[in-house]
């Protein structure tokens, strides 16, 4: 084999394996070519603890795994990546070889090889089958499987995806497969990023004639198209066999394959249900190439300890984050809902508002009456417990009887932002594989145009027409609707999954986070508990998150006119509406709401600003609010306290602060008390959680033990009942982020000051390493927006970790008329300079900016990597547009 990129030649192998496929007369000896890495690991001294059988599908070659061979000695794994009869580098036979022949000749291959246990297959496209019929067959010796972008089973309502259909046409199959190198490059060019032209060539090498490539054409020819192929026998045994495999799984996924789309990755969480699952949200087809499987097989092949047997039978590991059930007291998150109903089943529950006036509204007992109904009928229609529910609709009475229907019938809700955008919010969709979306008529449309998977439940009344063109099953108004007999619904178990919640995605994809319905009940009881909230009081609810917990907390919630996915649409005379409509003691609301609440004040009528003043409690999470804001706050509101809790998707929330805490603590920076300063005050842990830091080391990494000492900085943990159960269908994600047990890493950096309150530093992921040591951005970035002319700044890292240049890139005030990033005029650059310098750091740069990109929701969550690379392409002389 000739030299390749990536391949140690020692790797490179050939053996000749005495064949017993139906394909061969039995005895034929077939030479196999393979990679392994057995002689590194000899070399090394390194104890073996398991093979890896690696096998590639079609166009590939063993090729595709080198990443894994070098891992795999460090491991202490041998791997071996087999080349298929017919494919790379093994012989060519002259003989088709059908998926049963193939699952044979693997058998002879670790026959021929003295391949032992522990074993591990790992397979990709249509090795991925192959593997499965070796596990399958050879259980004995199994630890493990490991599945990349692959499919054992095609529905027979659903087509064949349409690259693989157009292959299968005879005139195509031999043109595109084998006459030329069609499909080759097609499928290279799925690789993302591109592949160099160095690799590109070396995934050709084994296939540069004619003759070279008709194993490729008859891989395609053999895809079983329906109950008539011959291999379909074959692939309809593996396809059942592999549901009793009990070795623990890991299905590694790139979701931008237009092939092995997610309807073959639900498929086999279906037939592997205790298999971890890790989607690398970037990557396609070609997922070795576009991600770090390596660095994930091996961590997962560490952490479930799987060649620990030495039998090779560890059993199927439960998923990360999951453990026994919690035995502590539970009380479903509707208890105080069905309270209300039968004790003052007439009062307002809920209501949403619309030009001033409550357009609709329920009671206690009409809120209990629709969600019975609608819960039942949910049930009628073949949803019940463990089905994902998709909720497209818009906060307000439809969206709340929706939630707390799915909940009783024990199916999970799926939540995800608009904001997300289309491409984010269709992604985040794709991910959680809803078997039902329920929504507005747009989001309808959104899911018939971006083929979201589910059967589709309209919230209106549509007409005919519309119905057939957007695909819907129901509406909302015909589960409502009694038909036949009664539908068995059963209370869920408290440590089900209850929801799937998406994060903003504001630091990277957006992620699904697992609740269970207990740790739903437990954040009830924490925002219950820390902010003395008690049945019978009324609240608005302007910020998504919080919008629904008014019937949980038992108190009659509002949804104000706004668009709640766009926290900027809060008028202060929406907001007064309906406060008054309610006579609401308590507000939630977004800093951008409440920005947009204060440049509107002067629209406010007597009665409006009466109201407000009758507000005892607002409570605004989402993003730090600066003590000015919170002032002005003040008052317009003058009676209440105001609260801005520290939390995320993972942990809502986490601490709390109000007004006069933050205004000790700012007398504390002042006074250069121990700890304090240097980012964001956000409190003290709320009710039932504990909060700590990881200390950070020279490298910012955050790898010391939890601490609370004052002043120390590191990653943020949390501990709490209501902290998430783990993210959906993101092993190693999970892993990472509850690696120092029981705590969850939050990727938040802080401290705590000598009074024990915690201050924001910014995330992990900003730190900036220079030549002084490790510096955090927010504690800056706020020290420079005290100097005249800066409205926003963001501090961030240029260059090699270690040594980077601290720079600071500013949004001014007026802002600029240039459209690229540019160097600070003098005056105002020596003032941020000094300002900087102040607070600790250097700044080897300062440009300004016309505007910083943030997260239009909470308008405040800067994109630090996106301005970093503005930076440093502006400062190699590189020409940058900006928004």
């Given at each position: 084999?000739?030299?390749?990129?990536?391949?140690?030649?020692?790797?490179?192998?050939?053996?000749?394996?005495?064949?017993?496929?139906?394909?061969?007369?039995?005895?034929?000896?077939?030479?196999?070519?393979?990679?392994?890495?057995?002689?590194?690991?000899?070399?090394?001294?390194?104890?073996?603890?398991?093979?890896?059988?690696?096998?590639?599908?079609?166009?590939?070659?063993?090729?595709?795994?080198?990443?894994?061979?070098?891992?795999?000695?460090?491991?202490?794994?041998?791997?071996?990546?087999?080349?298929?009869?017919?494919?790379?580098?093994?012989?060519?036979?002259?003989?088709?070889?059908?998926?049963?022949?193939?699952?044979?000749?693997?058998?002879?291959?670790?026959?021929?090889?003295?391949?032992?246990?522990?074993?591990?297959?790992?397979?990709?496209?249509?090795?991925?089958?192959?593997?499965?019929?070796?596990?399958?067959?050879?259980?004995?010796?199994?630890?493990?499987?490991?599945?990349?972008?692959?499919?054992?089973?095609?529905?027979?309502?659903?087509?064949?995806?349409?690259?693989?259909?157009?292959?299968?046409?005879?005139?195509?199959?031999?043109?595109?497969?084998?006459?030329?190198?069609?499909?080759?490059?097609?499928?290279?060019?799925?690789?993302?990023?591109?592949?160099?032209?160095?690799?590109?060539?070396?995934?050709?090498?084994?296939?540069?004639?004619?003759?070279?490539?008709?194993?490729?054409?008859?891989?395609v020819a053999d895809i079983p198209r329906d109950r008539s192929h011959p291999s379909f026998p074959a692939l309809t045994e593996i396809a059942e066999g592999i549901r009793t495999l009990d070795v623990p799984s890991l299905l590694l996924w790139g979701p931008h394959d237009p092939v092995f789309t997610e309807t073959y990755l639900e498929d086999l969480t279906c037939r592997l249900p205790h298999a971890d699952v890790h989607r690398f949200e970037d990557a396609g087809h070609l997922v070795q190439e576009d991600a770090d499987v390596a660095?994930?097989?091996?961590?997962?092949?560490?952490?479930?300890?799987?060649?620990?047997?030495?039998?090779?039978?560890?059993?199927?590991?439960?998923a990360v984050g999951t453990g026994p059930a919690d035995d502590r007291a539970f009380s479903a998150l509707e208890t105080r809902l069905t309270e209300a109903a039968a004790a003052d089943g007439s009062s307002l529950a809920v209501a949403e508002m619309d030009a001033g006036r409550v357009r609709r509204s329920l009671s206690w007992a009409g809120l209990e009456a629709d969600i019975a109904a609608v819960a039942a009928g949910l049930a009628r229609s073949g949803l019940g417990a463990g089905s994902r529910i998709s909720l497209m609709v818009?906060?307000?009475?439809?969206?709340?009887?929706?939630?707390?229907?799915?909940?009783?019938?024990?199916?999970?809700?799926?939540?995800?932002?608009?904001?997300?955008?289309?491409?984010?919010?269709?992604?985040?969709?794709?991910?959680?594989?809803?078997?039902?979306?329920?929504?507005?008529?747009?989001?309808?449309?959104?899911?018939?145009?971006?083929?979201?998977?589910?059967?589709?439940?309209?919230?209106?009344?549509?007409?005919?027409?519309?119905?057939?063109?957007?695909?819907?099953?129901?509406?909302?108004?015909?589960?409502?609707?009694?038909?036949?007999?009664?539908?068995?619904?059963?209370?869920?178990?408290?440590?089900?999954?209850?929801?799937?919640?998406?994060?903003?995605?504001?630091?990277?994809?957006?992620?699904?986070?697992?609740?269970?319905?207990?740790?739903?009940?437990?954040?009830?009881?924490?925002?219950?508990?820390?902010?003395?909230?008690?049945?019978?009081?009324?609240?608005?609810?302007?910020?998504?998150?919080?919008?629904?917990?008014?019937?949980?907390?038992?108190?009659?919630?509002?949804?104000?006119?706004?668009?709640?996915?766009?926290?900027?649409?809060?008028?202060?005379?929406?907001?007064?509406?309906?406060?008054?409509?309610?006579?609401?003691?308590?507000?939630?609301?977004?800093?951008?709401?409440?920005?947009?609440?204060?440049?509107?004040?002067?629209?406010?009528?007597?009665?409006?600003?009466?109201?407000?003043?009758?507000?005892?409690?607002?409570?605004?999470?989402?993003?730090?609010?600066?003590?000015?804001?919170?002032?002005?706050?003040?008052?317009?509101?003058?009676?209440?306290?105001?609260?801005?809790?520290?939390?995320?998707?993972?942990?809502?929330?986490?601490?709390?602060?109000?007004?006069?805490?933050?205004?000790?603590?700012?007398?504390?920076?002042?006074?250069?008390?121990?700890?304090?300063?240097?980012?964001?005050?956000?409190?003290?842990?709320?009710?039932?959680?504990?909060?700590?830091?990881?200390?950070?080391?020279?490298?910012?990494?955050?790898?010391?033990?939890?601490?609370?000492?004052?002043?120390?900085?590191?990653?943020?943990?949390?501990?709490?009942?209501?902290?998430?159960?783990?993210?959906?269908?993101?092993?190693?994600?999970?892993?990472?982020?509850?690696?120092?047990?029981?705590?969850?890493?939050?990727?938040?950096?802080?401290?705590?000051?000598?009074?024990?309150?915690?201050?924001?530093?910014?995330?992990?992921?900003?730190?900036?390493?220079?030549?002084?040591?490790?510096?955090?951005?927010?504690?800056?970035?706020?020290?420079?927006?005290?100097?005249?002319?800066?409205?926003?700044?963001?501090?961030?890292?240029?260059?090699?970790?270690?040594?980077?240049?601290?720079?600071?890139?500013?949004?001014?005030?007026?802002?600029?008329?240039?459209?690229?990033?540019?160097?600070?005029?003098?005056?105002?650059?020596?003032?941020?300079?000094?300002?900087?310098?102040?607070?600790?750091?250097?700044?080897?740069?300062?440009?300004?900016?016309?505007?910083?990109?943030?997260?239009?929701?909470?308008?405040?969550?800067?994109?630090?990597?996106?301005?970093?690379?503005?930076?440093?392409?502006?400062?190699?002389?590189?020409?940058?547009?900006?928004?």
């Amino acid at each position: 084999m000739v030299a390749l990129p990536g391949v140690d030649p020692s790797w490179s192998a050939y053996l000749d394996v005495p064949s017993s496929a139906s394909a061969d007369n039995p005895g034929t000896v077939r030479t196999w070519h393979y990679l392994d890495n057995a002689a590194a690991l000899r070399e090394s001294g390194t104890e073996v603890r398991g093979t890896l059988l690696c096998v590639h599908g079609n166009p590939t070659w063993s090729y595709l795994w080198r990443t894994l061979l070098p891992a795999g000695t460090k491991a202490g794994w041998r791997v071996v990546a087999v080349d298929q009869l017919n494919m790379g580098f093994s012989q060519r036979t002259g003989v088709l070889r059908r998926l049963a022949d193939r699952v044979a000749d693997l058998e002879d291959f670790a026959a021929a090889a003295d391949l032992r246990g522990p074993l591990v297959t790992v397979g990709h496209d249509w090795g991925g089958v192959v593997s499965l019929g070796f596990a399958h067959r050879n259980r004995s010796r199994l630890a493990g499987v490991v599945l990349t972008n692959t499919a054992v089973h095609q529905s027979p309502t659903r087509p064949l995806p349409a690259p693989l259909r157009l292959a299968l046409l005879p005139p195509v199959r031999r043109t595109g497969t084998q006459t030329t190198t069609a499909f080759l490059d097609i499928t290279h060019a799925l690789a993302r990023p591109k592949l160099t032209p160095e690799v590109r060539d070396a995934f050709r090498a084994p296939y540069r004639t004619v003759a070279s490539r008709k194993g490729i054409a008859d891989f395609v020819a053999d895809i079983p198209r329906d109950r008539s192929h011959p291999s379909f026998p074959a692939l309809t045994e593996i396809a059942e066999g592999i549901r009793t495999l009990d070795v623990p799984s890991l299905l590694l996924w790139g979701p931008h394959d237009p092939v092995f789309t997610e309807t073959y990755l639900e498929d086999l969480t279906c037939r592997l249900p205790h298999a971890d699952v890790h989607r690398f949200e970037d990557a396609g087809h070609l997922v070795q190439e576009d991600a770090d499987v390596a660095g994930t097989l091996f961590s997962w092949l560490q952490a479930r300890d799987v060649a620990a047997d030495s039998t090779g039978r560890t059993g199927a590991a439960p998923a990360v984050g999951t453990g026994p059930a919690d035995d502590r007291a539970f009380s479903a998150l509707e208890t105080r809902l069905t309270e209300a109903a039968a004790a003052d089943g007439s009062s307002l529950a809920v209501a949403e508002m619309d030009a001033g006036r409550v357009r609709r509204s329920l009671s206690w007992a009409g809120l209990e009456a629709d969600i019975a109904a609608v819960a039942a009928g949910l049930a009628r229609s073949g949803l019940g417990a463990g089905s994902r529910i998709s909720l497209m609709v818009p906060p307000g009475v439809d969206l709340t009887v929706l939630i707390y229907a799915c909940l009783r019938i024990g199916a999970v809700i799926v939540v995800a932002d608009a904001g997300l955008g289309a491409r984010g919010l269709s992604r985040a969709v794709r991910g959680s594989a809803p078997d039902a979306v329920i929504g507005i008529e747009r989001a309808l449309a959104a899911a018939r145009i971006f083929g979201w998977p589910g059967r589709r439940i309209s919230v209106e009344e549509l007409d005919p027409a519309r119905r057939r063109l957007l695909a819907v099953d129901t509406s909302l108004a015909e589960l409502r609707t009694p038909a036949g007999a009664p539908a068995d619904v059963r209370p869920p178990q408290p440590d089900a999954d209850a929801a799937i919640l998406f994060t903003s995605g504001s630091t990277g994809p957006a992620k699904g986070v697992v609740y269970t319905h207990r740790q739903l009940s437990a954040m009830r009881d924490a925002v219950a508990e820390t902010f003395g909230i008690r049945p019978g009081g009324a609240l608005v609810a302007g910020f998504a998150p919080f919008a629904l917990l008014g019937p949980a907390l038992g108190v009659a919630s509002v949804t104000p006119d706004m668009d709640v996915t766009a926290p900027r649409t809060l008028t202060a005379a929406a907001l007064a509406d309906a406060v008054a409509a309610v006579d609401a003691t308590a507000v939630f609301a977004s800093p951008a709401a409440l920005r947009n609440v204060l440049a509107t004040e002067t629209d406010l009528s007597a009665d409006g600003r009466a109201a407000l003043q009758r507000v005892g409690l607002l409570l605004s999470a989402g993003a730090p609010i600066p003590a000015p804001l919170l002032e002005r706050v003040q008052a317009l509101l003058p009676d209440a306290a105001l609260h801005t809790p520290y939390g995320m998707t993972e942990a809502l929330p986490v601490t709390d602060v109000d007004l006069p805490s933050i205004r000790a603590a700012a007398g504390d920076a002042a006074a250069g008390l121990p700890g304090a300063g240097n980012g964001v005050c956000v409190g003290t842990a709320v009710h039932g959680a504990r909060v700590a830091v990881s200390p950070l080391g020279p490298d910012g990494a955050a790898d010391g033990e939890p601490t609370t000492e004052a002043g120390v900085s590191g990653e943020i943990l949390v501990d709490a009942p209501h902290v998430k159960d783990r993210y959906h269908r993101l092993w190693r994600t999970e892993a990472d982020s509850a690696r120092t047990a029981p705590w969850h890493r939050t990727g938040d950096v802080g401290h705590f000051d000598a009074a024990g309150r915690l201050w924001v530093e910014g995330r992990l992921g900003h730190i900036i390493t220079a030549p002084g040591g490790v510096l955090t951005p927010v504690g800056v970035e706020h020290a420079i927006e005290e100097v005249d002319g800066v409205r926003l700044a963001a501090v961030v890292g240029v260059g090699p970790a270690g040594t980077q240049a601290v720079v600071g890139v500013l949004e001014t005030d007026p802002p600029l008329r240039r459209k690229r990033p540019g160097l600070a005029e003098a005056g105002l650059a020596a003032g941020v300079r000094a300002a900087a310098s102040a607070a600790g750091a250097e700044l080897a740069a300062v440009l300004t900016v016309p505007a910083l990109p943030v997260d239009i929701r909470h308008n405040s969550k800067l994109d630090r990597a996106r301005i970093a690379a503005w930076a440093e392409q502006t400062l190699s002389g590189g020409r940058v547009r900006t928004p």
